[in-house]
């Protein structure tokens, strides 16, 4: 197998790469590869041009500013995962991470590849949609910010123009000793999950729900941000019957049915995965001394 | 249409230079333009891990890259995994005492991924090591042998050290 021919672009800044997407017709960006690369060897796409970004400057980076953990479009899955300050400031991304193919794709995978590429059940999606991204995407005209609910606009579609590219991608970080929790389902370690769930909470002094964010990755086209869950949550004590009857809200989501679930199978796991997250999460609040532990 | 370019990168410590289509896979520029077969080629998208390499010490599927993004790096194939041609690495021994092949198609993947893992985990357990070869497929579904190995070549590793 072999891709389409196809002409190579390999600019060195985003300038130039941007200039590129607005000159070439049909081109598509290369970033880790690790899903664009099967795509082109099996010929789901044949672009007339690939715009390589792996020699951009300055796309590869994580640094914190402003309450959020921003990080370059360009930044491998690979350096997520043993960044010590995504492990202390979003320790939900560190957790999710792991579950992100193999070793060998988070080594080449980029996290704006993942976001661009949209997978419905691709973990990163749903971190960023439990954390309310905002993405930095770059055009002839300058930058803007898109916020990562209005960000998948289809089916593996996300919002940006075709003269556009992400730059970054910014998550909101939560307040120290907040709860997290991220589960999924999936046949096989490193493939794609059937369903995944993350959880996120804080409490206050008396062990009740002040915030929580609750997401289901893999139900549907796009992360499904389980409003009811997280409002029947805030302000009780996350006993085990509350999550529960909390979690069955999960069961009425339309689901995608396909080869590898049908939709009724995906409505029970997400009500599973989603009361598992909240557990994690919630073993994992360390706000108050007062909580049990609960692992 | 048919683009080239220049390539010219290390495999196994030796330099190189040839030319190469833009649009060949790095797996078929080893295999095909360096004659270096050891890097299999199974599924060819990014599913089998049989051809693993390692790309600046970091594992890699060469079907998922493009021969012209090696340029100017540092590639590692099975073929320079031993320290000489009479010699294998305590790995590659491992893998023979402890039948970790069979058929051997999966086997160069399998051997760069675990050079890595051992590499940065040298004290693994055996869930570990699963997880560190999920992404690498045996046919012939020799995993227990493999996993054996795999273990037995942290414990040799470590006596060396």
């Known amino acids: 197998m072999k891709p389409p021919p196809f002409s190579y672009h390999d600019p060195r800044t985003v300038g130039d790469a941007v200039a590129l997407l607005g000159r070439l017709d049909n081109a598509k960006l290369l970033a880790g590869g690790q899903s664009m690369m099967p795509m082109l060897n099996m010929r789901f796409v044949q672009p007339d041009h690939i715009i390589d970004l792996n020699r951009v400057d300055g796309l590869a980076y994580i640094r914190e500013a402003n309450g959020a953990l921003e990080i370059g479009a360009m930044t491998r899955q690979r350096d997520i995962e043993f960044s010590d300050l995504v492990r202390a400031r979003c320790p939900l991304m560190h957790e999710a991470i792991r579950h992100v193919g193999h070793r060998q794709t988070r080594n080449r995978g980029t996290i704006g590849g993942s976001l661009c590429h949209l997978d419905p059940s691709a973990e990163l999606v749903t971190v960023a949609a439990a954390m309310d991204a905002t993405v930095t995407v770059q055009g002839p005209d300058g930058t803007r910010q898109v916020e990562f609910a209005a960000f998948p606009v289809a089916f593996m579609t996300p919002a940006i123009e075709l003269n556009e590219l992400v730059t970054a991608v910014s998550f909101r970080t939560w307040p120290d000793g907040h709860g997290y929790g991220f589960v999924e389902f999936s046949r096989r370690h490193g493939d794609f999950a059937i369903t995944s769930a993350a959880a996120l909470l804080t409490e206050d002094a008396s062990g009740k729900i002040t915030r929580a964010s609750v997401t289901l990755g893999g139900v549907a086209v796009a992360p499904i941000r389980a409003a009811e869950v997280e409002q029947a949550l805030i302000g009780h004590i996350p006993d085990d019957k509350r999550l529960r009857e909390a979690c069955e809200a999960c069961r009425k989501y339309e689901a995608l049915d396909d080869i590898h679930a049908p939709a009724s199978y995906r409505q029970h796991l997400a009500t599973v995965m989603s009361r598992r997250a909240l557990e994690q999460a919630r073993a994992r609040l360390k706000s108050h001394a007062s909580q049990p532990a609960k692992h | ?161």
Do not use: W
């Open chain 2, 1 to 161: 249409m048919t683009e080239t370019r220049k390539v010219a990168l290390t495999v196994n410590g030796k330099r190189y230079e040839a030319d190469a289509e833009v649009r060949l896979t790095l797996a078929d520029f080893l295999r095909h333009t360096l004659g270096l077969t050891g890097t299999h080629l199974g599924c060819e998208h990014g599913v089998c891990g049989a051809c693993t390499i390692l790309l600046d010490g970091l594992t890699a599927r060469a079907c998922l890259m493009l021969a012209v993004q090696a340029d100017g790096h540092d590639i590692t194939t099975v073929e320079g995994l031993a320290p000489s041609a009479t010699e294998l690495s305590p790995l590659q021994e491992a893998f023979r005492d402890n039948h970790g092949l069979q058929c051997g198609f999966c086997t160069p993947g399998i051997l760069t991924t675990l050079t890595e893992f051992l590499r940065d985990n040298p004290e693994p357990t055996e869930q570990d090591v699963r997880i560190a070869i999920s992404g690498n497929l045996c046919r012939c579904t020799g995993y227990q042998n493999i996993v054996a190995a795999a273990l037995d070549a942290a414990k040799r590793l470590q006596a060396a050290r």
